[in-house]
């Protein structure tokens, strides 16, 4: 394993993202780090995440495609992550837990 690497997680485990972002036409500008399961979201805001988008990559490639990832390694379950834009510094904030 690299020694440089991050994450907790392996770089092949899987995370989702969109084909538009996979493709090149937008920027990871939202993540997001799921409390029930651990499993991290690489999104873009613009884009409504749904089914016939989604995509599943290895974390590994995410970080390949932009490396201010890296920053986000720490990023704890339930939590999430944006950005006004490439080069722009990343915000955190915990997810809002729904109550009833």
């Known amino acids: 394993m690299d020694p440089d690497w991050p994450f907790d997680d392996p770089p092949n485990v899987a995370v989702f993202t969109t084909r538009q972002v996979m493709k090149g036409e937008h ?3 939202y993540v997001v780090h799921d409390d029930d399961d ?3 979201q690489f999104l873009n805001r613009a884009v409504d995440f749904d089914m016939a988008n ?3 990559v290895g974390l590994s490639e995410m970080v390949k495609r932009d490396s201010s990832l890296r920053e986000l ?3 704890p379950y339930g939590w999430f992550a944006w950005r006004e834009g490439k080069g ?3 915000h ?3 997810m809002e837990q ?3």
């Open 27 to 29: 920027i990871i500008d």
């Open 38 to 40: 651990g499993a991290w």
């Open 54 to 56: 989604a995509m599943l």
């Open 73 to 75: 390694w720490d990023l």
């Open 88 to 90: 722009q510094p990343w």
């Open 92 to 94: 955190r904030a915990e």
């Open 98 to 100: 729904e109550t009833g």
